[in-house]
């Protein structure tokens, strides 16, 4: 029971830990060399387990397209998009802003397939967008202090929007696809379609998301750091995600995978440095009982 709610809990746990160790031991490294690091770290972990577990792949063509899809812009670009947005504006903000992935994902449900909204879900949608306004305000106020000419704060707030977007996909094309996998299979698929996506954004990354100096992935000693931080967000954290994705309803899923903004905000202020105001304290608290009113449709009622 739960098994599905509690894997997806977990992987948000690990995520926004190994979040905090790539912005500790990599915050100028490119943000493409750090997801095909823990991509490919997720890969050897699943195959590791491979002659020890029976894998299961679908005969139908399309899952296994929607489960590459699901890998390429859920998995390559949203994680993507996640670390650039982090490095310009701040694990604490570029994290808050995924809070609206339910919100998305519950009016995706409604108006395209036809699942019922109860009155709990709308009154969570509307705490969701007060939440999140409030923890935009709070940033707006830090970087007009910080630096009023600053333009990497719109950047990198774009550039989260897009992430909410590709994680949205992910999580509605991972539930279409993830019963006629097994877990282990399911994430080398993902995997696979990630990295694939992420080769070919390479020759234009630079231009693309304006990254153009960087350091070396490996440099000053952060070699071991990174591949654990990988191990623990991507290695557990991937395949945690479709046993989420594979055993539990996808607004459950899309609700507590979506839960990294209130372990980070602790974990900002204790290792980071950021700072937790109470605008963006309350925000947060507030989007996240509006989460809980979407993943619980008849709380209210």
């Known amino acids: 029971m739960f098994v599905g709610e509690i894997?997806?809990?977990?992987?948000?746990?690990?995520?926004?830990?190994?979040?905090?160790?790539?912005?500790?031991?990599?915050?100028?490294v490119s943000a493409l060399s750090i997801n095909l690091l823990k991509n490919t770290i997720a890969l050897i972990t699943c195959l590791a387990?491979?002659?020890?577990?029976?894998l299961q792949f679908p005969m139908d063509s399309s899952m296994w397209w929607w489960m590459l899809a699901c890998?390429?812009?859920?998995?390559?670009l949203g994680d993507f998009c996640l670390i650039r947005s982090m490095?310009?504006?701040g694990p604490q903000l570029a994290t808050s802003i995924q809070l609206?992935?339910?919100v998305l994902s519950i009016v995706i449900g409604y108006f395209l397939l036809g699942e019922a909204l109860s009155f709990s879900q709308v009154i969570g949608i509307a705490m969701c967008l007060v939440g999140v306004?409030?923890?935009l305000q709070g940033s707006n106020k830090e970087q007009k202090k910080?630096?009023?000419?600053?333009?990497?704060?719109?950047?990198?707030?774009a550039i989260a929007l897009g992430c909410t977007a590709s994680f949205t996909f992910g999580m509605v094309s991972m539930r279409v696809a993830a019963q006629a996998f097994d877990i282990w299979s399911g994430t080398i698929i993902k995997v696979v379609g990630a990295n694939a996506f992420l080769l070919c954004l390479k020759p234009f990354s630079s231009q693309i998301l304006g990254q153009k100096k960087h350091e070396p992935l490996f440099g000053k000693a952060r070699k071991v750091p990174l591949i654990l931080f990988s191990f623990v967000g991507s290695g557990f954290g991937l395949v945690l995600l479709t046993a989420g994705g594979k055993y539990a309803y996808i607004g459950v899923v899309s609700t507590l995978a979506s839960t990294p903004p209130l372990w980070l905000l602790p974990l900002g202020v204790m290792f980071l440095g950021?700072?937790?105001?109470?605008?963006?304290?309350?925000?947060?608290?507030?989007?996240?009982?509006?989460?809980l009113l979407i993943s619980v449709p008849g709380l209210l009622g």
């Open 7 to 28: 894997c997806t809990l977990l992987a948000a746990m690990f995520w926004a830990v190994s979040l905090v160790g790539y912005q500790l031991y990599a915050p100028r």
């Open 49 to 54: 387990v491979v002659g020890f577990a029976q």
């Open 71 to 76: 890998g390429a812009i859920g998995t390559g």
């Open 87 to 89: 490095q310009l504006i």
């Open 100 to 102: 609206f992935v339910p």
């Open 133 to 135: 306004w409030m923890i």
């Open 146 to 157: 910080a630096d009023p000419s600053d333009k990497s704060f719109l950047i990198g707030l």
């Open 274 to 291: 950021e700072k937790m105001s109470f605008l963006k304290t309350v925000g947060v608290l507030i989007a996240l009982v509006g989460v």
